[in-house]
Structure formats: structure tokens, C-alpha cells
């Protein structure tokens, strides 16, 4: 499978450039000592910055290229999938090899986050295009359907099944990636699994059909929070920073090049099950080994191009490294014992494995960590129902119980956790909401027994209870949309059911409308089409099973709504509007250019077969201010 990207020359430059691919990279300059690439050009390889290898590499010859990966709220609870190869492409014909080595990536769990996935030393130049192989023969690929979760296929248009795939990345001539000697440079390319699948609950097996489609942008003004994986190389106590070798996800081995983390007085430590904060947790890791593991979280300054950990975990409190690992949602607690919902696996040998559900064991002597936290005082109490969780201890399997995690004499460490819902009411330190979801999990497959006080006030999903201390409620409003990130209380001691660190308004940014026409599309998708806007025919006989909009996790359908709304572009903003026929994908930064272009290819003939918009949903105008539009056609 091969698409290719191609663009209208004589319109304005977009701030984002459309690609191919059913997945998302972060390019960007980082410091120095990354693996050096492979090069090639026509056929020839060499290991030196410089493409006729006439001087050795030193790093003074070459940019770096930091490559990381996000994607955007999907309805996929995992997709795990090989990435094989990532080549980019000189404006001389020189190619990089920008991926030494092969890389497992579960894309569904990049939805709150990016990853550094490699960083490698490459020639300077304007790069403009590349492609990227992925490889679904061993894929693990898994959606909700009701509160069941199941494996699903993933299948090309036709239906056939993805093995190998190979996608090209053709960035537009006026917006491409330039990489410069000591002045690193960014390029996000955001993979979007909910926007590039139609998913087919009613088919046996349950079907993904790919219909990629990549989104891509330059030297980018929002960057999600992002997460370092790798083995300890050294530690610089005057600078205030240690150095890695990356391996992304829970890779064990493998060269993907070096990054710098900087620590303040606000990072927390935790290393070997021990918390510390600033200058103590970093001389820990002094102490500690060449080659232990170590994870951070953080944000990389866009203007300053440097990698501040907020959270640094090291040792064994690296999941799959000296104990086995369970991560996942606690759905349920009987007593000392939980059951997990979309466990993640990670053994201490072995690759990480999805599993639906996990039993984790806890005891008195379990120690109860919080991420962030490194002085909270804290038992097997504060674990509730709903609380997302990585469990620390010995993992079995049996064909009776499935897996179990013994963590009687191990540890657990509370993980910030994330509510999907619609607002009810609101008052001064609290906010009550009709829970939709918890980590994507639907909130009807959780069971609240035993988390209030008393049976009465048990945990309700249709008035769920928010403690909200002094965050700024003022522009919430009933039934806002919002995304809340926080911590559930402890069990057995609701209300409050959930304490938040923070409130996010869905109702103007970040919502998605999908909207699909079955496999055989429709030549009349549009009541409107103009310079102004569009308005979907919701009264279409050939909608299939995708017509939603939706909003941090906040489903509204649209057959749902009196009327159809009108999808416009933002008035002050420019935007990007594709579309995408025979594999080729027209892009437009004009909204007019692009209401043109599509009106002139519907011309009865020409079926639409999906479509779909990011940008805000306000439900009093009902209108969608569109950023970006993808329409596909047959």
C-alpha cells in the first residue's frame, strides 16, 4: 500500500500540511551524540553526515532530527503495530534513514501525549518528503463495543487485510522540513486513528478499514506532554541534567539515539520505589548504575528546543524492569482485590501484551504511590474504583483465573487520571457531571459498590462529584463538555467521588465530527456547499454507523440534533481542507478554493464517503468551526 500526497501550487502556504499515514511523528533538532544514520543516494550507503563521505563525522556537520509520536481521542483501546523503517528525503535526492532500529508502538495510548521515538544525526538540507513502513502481520488491535472490548481486523478499502505498508510523506513546497547546523528544527505529524478508521462493529471479526490520512506541522505552537524513555548514560549535577539512549514504548534494547533531560527544583523523583524532589532526586541518580532505566515526563519548549521533566521514574519503578507490571483502569474492588479493565502487561521478560481484564493482590503491605506526589501519605485505601493504576509485583497465568498480579509484598502507584463527561452543576470548589467515561473506558462497566460512606452515596456515574478547589469554573457552563484530570478519592470514603488537578471546556476547541457513507458512499452528502460553509442532508438514507460529534471524549449524534449544523471555517484563522481521491490527497489553506474544488468533483457521479472536522462545537448556534476538513471520496 502506497499513497502519496499532492497539493494545489497556486494556493497560500498552510500552516499544516496533510499527509498520508495512518500514524504521528515529531521531528525536531535535540543536542548532540545521536546514532548516526544511514545515508543513501541512488543506492549508495554511508554512515557519515556528509552524503560523498569525504570528511569523517564529527556532529559538527550535521542537525538533528528528534522524532516522536502522539495521536489524537480515538476510539481504539490499543493498536499495536511494527514500525519497520522511517526514511526522509533530501530536495537533492539524498536519503536518511532516520529509524535505526525496528520499533513495537501501541499508537491508542499517544492520546494524552507524545513520545520520542528516535533521534538521529542527518545532513543538513531541505527535506521534502519521506515514507515511513509499518507492518500488521503480529498487530494487536482492539476497540469498545458497548462494554465489551474486542480484537478487530485492520483492512485496506478493498477489505483485505493490512501485512506490509508503506506510506510516503510528500510535504507541500512551501512549507517543508529544513534542518540547519545547530539550530534544531520541529515537525509534528499527528496521527489520528479515530479519523483515519471506519470501524465495523457489526462484521465477524469486528473490521478497521484504514483510510490514512496524516497531518503534519512546522515548527508547532502547542505540544502535548511528553514522555523519555531509556537507559541512564551519565549525570551532569552542575547542569542540572542527565543523558539517555532512547528506546521508546517498552522496548529492551536498541540504538534510537541520545536526548538531554533537564531537571528543576519542581521535578519528582521516584527511583526504586522511593520519592525525592529537585536537587535530591537527581543526586540519586548519580548514585545509580550506567544503563538503569529511567522514564520522564515533561514539555519541551518550543522556542528554547529543552526537555524539562516534571516526573523522572528510575530503577524499578520503570514498569517491566526487576518486577512484573499491570497498568490499566481498576473497574472493580472486593475487599484487597482488584480487577483491572485494558490491562497492559509488562512482564520484567518479554515484550508488553494487551489483555481485557487483570486481577491485581493487595495487602497491608503493599506501598501506595501518587504520581506527582512524592510526599503523600497514602495505604491500600486510596485505591478506588475507577483509579488508574500501575501495579508492581509477581505476575501468573492460568486458564481459570487469567492473569494475576501479586503485589501483597510489591507497590502501586496511583497515575493521573482522566474524566470524560458533560457538566450539571456547578458551585464554588465543585462540579457535578454525567460521567461519560474514564480513560476512554465507558462509565457503565465500572462497578461503584463500596466507594462512598455508605451504600447511599456510593460513586453515581449520572452524578458524579467533583472536587475542584480553586479552579476557575466561571465559564462552565450546564452540559459544557468537559475533560477533567485528576486523582479518585479514596475508596469507601466518596463523596466527593474524584479530586481534580484540572478542567478542560470541550465546547470550543478539540472537538471531532465523523460522519460516514457505507462502503458505497453518496453522491448527495450536502443540503449546502458554498464560500460560507457546509451543511450535511442528516435525512440521508446512506449514513452509515459513523455520525457523531465529539468532544474530549463526549459523544453527541447527529441524527440526534433538530437541525444539521453548519460546518464553517473560523473566520480569523486559516485552516486546512483536503481531499482525498485515488489515493491522492488535494489540500487547500482557502475554505472558498476548497468548497469550489469539491463542488466541482460531485458531479453525480463522484460518492462521498466519509468526511470528517476538528476544530469547536458550540450547541446553542449549532455551529462547527472548522481548522481542518477531510472529505474522502470514491
Not at 503491605?365 to 497514602?378: E, P, S, V, W, Y
Request: hydrophobic fraction near 40%.
Amino acid at each position: 500500500m502506497n499513497v502519496r500526497i499532492w497539493t494545489w501550487a497556486d494556493t497560500p502556504r498552510p500552516r499544516l500540511v496533510w499527509l498520508a499515514l495512518c500514524a504521528s511523528l515529531l521531528f525536531a533538532g535535540c543536542g548532540s551524540g545521536a546514532t548516526p544514520p544511514t545515508i543513501g543516494s541512488g543506492g549508495n550507503s554511508t554512515t557519515s553526515c556528509d552524503p560523498d563521505n569525504s570528511t569523517p563525522d564529527t556532529g559538527d556537520d550535521c542537525g538533528e532530527v528528534m522524532i516522536g509520536l502522539t495521536d489524537a481521542d480515538g476510539d481504539f483501546v490499543t493498536y499495536s503495530v511494527d514500525v519497520t523503517s522511517l526514511t526522509l528525503v533530501r530536495a537533492d535526492g539524498v536519503v536518511v534513514n532516520a529509524l535505526p532500529n525496528r520499533a513495537r508502538i501501541d499508537f491508542a495510548q499517544y492520546t494524552e501525549l507524545t513520545e520520542f521515538l528516535s533521534i538521529a544525526s542527518v545532513p543538513p538540507g531541505t527535506y521534502t518528503a519521506g515514507k515511513i513502513a509499518l507492518d500488521y502481520s503480529d498487530a494487536e488491535v482492539f476497540v469498545e463495543s458497548g462494554e465489551e472490548m474486542v480484537e478487530a481486523l485492520v483492512v485496506d478499502a478493498n477489505g483485505q487485510a493490512l501485512g506490509s505498508a508503506e506510506f510516503e510523506i510528500v510535504l507541500d513546497n512551501r512549507r517543508q522540513l529544513v534542518v540547519r547546523r545547530g539550530l534544531p528544527s520541529i515537525l509534528t505529524i499527528d496521527f489520528d486513528l479515530g479519523a483515519s478508521h471506519q470501524v465495523d462493529l457489526g462484521s465477524t471479526p469486528v473490521t478497521a478499514t484504514a483510510e490514512p490520512y496524516l497531518l503534519a506541522e512546522v515548527d508547532p505552537v502547542e505540544i502535548k506532554e511528553m514522555r523519555l524513555r531509556g537507559p541512564l548514560l551519565s549525570v551532569d549535577l552542575d547542569a542540572g541534567s542527565y543523558t539517555i539512549g532512547i528506546r521508546p514504548f517498552h522496548l529492551r534494547d536498541g540504538q534510537f539515539g541520545r536526548a538531554r533531560v533537564n531537571v528543576d527544583s519542581n521535578t519528582v523523583f521516584e527511583i526504586d520505589g522511593e520519592s525525592y524532589e529537585g536537587d535530591a532526586g537527581l543526586q540519586v541518580m548519580a548514585q545509580l548504575e550506567s544503563r538503569t532505566p529511567t522514564v520522564a515526563f515533561g514539555e519541551l519548549n518550543v522556542m528554547t528546543r529543552m526537555f524539562v521533566a516534571q516526573n523522572v521514574y528510575a530503577g524499578s519503578s520503570v514498569p517491566g524492569h526487576g518486577l512484573d507490571v499491570v497498568r490499566g483502569n481498576v473497574i472493580e474492588r472486593d475487599g484487597n482485590t482488584l480487577t483491572v479493565r485494558g490491562a497492559i502487561i509488562i512482564p520484567r521478560q518479554g515484550r508488553a501484551r494487551f489483555h481485557r481484564t487483570a486481577t491485581v493482590l493487595m495487602s497491608e503491605n503493599t506501598r501506595i504511590l501518587k504520581a506527582g506526589a512524592h510526599d503523600a501519605d497514602l495505604d491500600v485505601m486510596s485505591i478506588s474504583v475507577g483509579q488508574r493504576i500501575n501495579a508492581f509485583g509477581d505476575a501468573s497465568a492460568s486458564p481459570d483465573s487469567g492473569i494475576e498480579l501479586d503485589a501483597t509484598n510489591g507497590r502501586i502507584r496511583m497515575l493521573v487520571t482522566r474524566l470524560n463527561g458533560r457538566v450539571k452543576t456547578t458551585t464554588i470548589g465543585q462540579m457535578d457531571i454525567r460521567l461519560q467515561s474514564i480513560d476512554g473506558r465507558p462509565a457503565g462497566i465500572f462497578d461503584f459498590s463500596g466507594t462512598g460512606m455508605s451504600p447511599l452515596v456510593d460513586a453515581d456515574p449520572e452524578n458524579y462529584e467533583i472536587a475542584t478547589g480553586q479552579l476557575d469554573l466561571s465559564e462552565t457552563g450546564e452540559g459544557a463538555p468537559v475533560k477533567v484530570f485528576g486523582f479518585v478519592n479514596r475508596f469507601a470514603e466518596a463523596p466527593p467521588d474524584f479530586e481534580a488537578r484540572s478542567v478542560s471546556d470541550y465546547s470550543d476547541s478539540r472537538a471531532l465530527l465523523a460522519i460516514g457513507w457505507g462502503a458505497e458512499g453518496t453522491a448527495t452528502p450536502f443540503v449546502t456547499l458554498g464560500s460560507e460553509g457546509l451543511v450535511l442532508d442528516l435525512g440521508n438514507p446512506d449514513i452509515g454507523m459513523r455520525h457523531y460529534i465529539r468532544q474530549g471524549g463526549v459523544f453527541t449524534n447527529l441524527l440526534s440534533l433538530e437541525t444539521s449544523p453548519l460546518v464553517a471555517p473560523h473566520p480569523e484563522r486559516p485552516g486546512v481542507f483536503a481531499i482525498k481521491q485515488d489515493n491522492r490527497i488535494w489540500i487547500h489553506s482557502d475554505f472558498a478554493l476548497f468548497a469550489a474544488d469539491l463542488g466541482n468533483r460531485l458531479d453525480g457521479s463522484t460518492r462521498v464517503r466519509g468526511m470528517y472536522a476538528k476544530g469547536g462545537y458550540r450547541s446553542d448556534a449549532n455551529q462547527f468551526v472548522a481548522g481542518r476538513i477531510g472529505v474522502l471520496l470514491d
